[in-house]
């Protein structure tokens, strides 16, 4: 989204220059920005997981977890990812991409809660000090990016609000895949079906039919393929994006079905240190090229907030899972219980 490069049209350099995302790059160019197009690809490529599923993993499941039924329930999490996707497409270039990798701990405690009301689990007093915690730790990464940048607050209610819908999606998901016994490759590849035929009509949508800056429409196909076929880099990101996207996807898919939704998110959490190195890297190795600006990130004087926010978020989430325990503090003697509850029968089954 912010890599940068020359339009097939006319630019604007007041106002390229004033718009946020284009700030970094060089006199002339723009910032890519095709949000439609970028959407639109990555719901395509989760669609080859279907083709997996029905020549590999159908022989070993349930007819019923491939009925007709089974298609339409797929619709639900398809609806809310679609409009989480959409919200963070949309959010994440008016911040830090390590910011929003942050904010995805919000999505453990939007899993929480909805595992609470819609899977009726029981949560203990440490993972609701988990949750907690949580919060207050994406608070502190928020105030980082709103004291350097003000105006990114419509930002970070997108990326926000995009992983509330997100966490729902998980849950719905852990529900089908749990209960309905719907495979995970059956399910990512019908979620890409949904996601490509609506996104693509989307694309045609706001190229043919809304006007806009971009070429005079709100997003110009014909612009995204003309910058596609003269940037070398973009067409190595669009050969590796895909791919990765569907794999992902997948795996993600599959932590939920043998996990939880909340560990899924808690994984997603564990991805944000390795982001933000990599970006500072970028920044300082690259800082006589555009790309380290455009696709790198400075350490400033609040750049502290994000790293304390960061650790507040990965002990919560730890705390959560239980990988970091405080005996002292809390009792986790339920797990005890239940072992207690069912060795009468397993000793009757034995």
């Known amino acids: 989204m912010k890599f940068c490069g020359e339009p097939s049209y006319g630019i604007d350099y007041i106002g390229a220059a004033d718009k946020y995302t284009n700030k970094y790059c060089p006199i002339g160019e723009t910032a890519f920005g095709k949000g439609v197009f970028v959407m639109t690809v990555g719901w395509t490529a989760m669609s080859p997981a279907l083709i997996y599923f029905y020549m590999v993993r159908k022989r070993h499941s349930d007819a019923k ?23 963070s497409v949309f959010g994440s270039p008016w ?14 405690v939007f899993s929480a809660l909805l595992t609470v009301l819609l899977l009726k689990r029981r949560l ?13 730790g994406l608070i502190v990464a928020a105030s980082s990016q709103l004291f350097s940048e003000p105006s990114t607050f419509v930002g ?16 719905v998901e852990e529900r089908f895949m749990k209960t309905n016994k719907l495979d995970p490759c059956f399910l990512v590849g019908i979620e890409g079906v949904y996601g490509s035929l609506v996104f693509t009509v989307t694309l045609l949508v706001v190229w043919l039919a809304i006007g806009g800056s971009d070429g005079g429409s709100f997003e110009n196909l014909q612009d995204t393929i003309f910058r596609i076929s003269n940037s070398a880099g973009l067409i190595a990101l669009f050969c590796v994006y895909p791919i ?15 996990l939880s939704a909340v560990h899924n998110g808690l994984i997603s959490v564990l ?10 890297i ?12 455009q696709l790198g990130e400075p350490w400033t004087r609040y ?43 397993t000793i009757e089954a034995k």
């Open 65 to 87: 977890s491939y009925s007709s039924k089974a298609v339409a329930l797929v619709a639900v999490p398809s609806a809310l990812d679609m409009i989480s996707t959409v919200m």
């Open 95 to 108: 911040i830090s991409l390590s910011l929003a990798f942050i904010f995805k701990g919000a999505r453990v």
């Open 124 to 136: 203990y007093a440490y993972h609701w000090t988990g949750v907690v915690l949580c919060i207050a």
């Open 156 to 171: 970070v209610l997108l990326v926000l609000g995009s992983e509330m819908f997100k966490g729902m999606r998980i849950v």
């Open 244 to 258: 990765i996207t569907c794999i992902t996807s997948v795996v993600s898919a599959v932590v939920t079905k043998n």
């Open 271 to 280: 991805r944000v240190g390795i982001l933000w190195v990599i970006e500072l």
């Open 282 to 293: 970028l920044f300082y190795t690259l800082a006589g090229n555009s790309f380290g600006k």
């Open 303 to 345: 750049s502290i907030l994000k790293l304390v926010g960061f650790l507040i978020v990965l002990f919560s989430t730890l705390l959560y899972d239980e990988d970091i325990r405080l005996p002292q503090i809390f009792k986790y003697d339920h797990q005890q219980k239940a072992v207690e509850h069912l060795e009468p029968n």
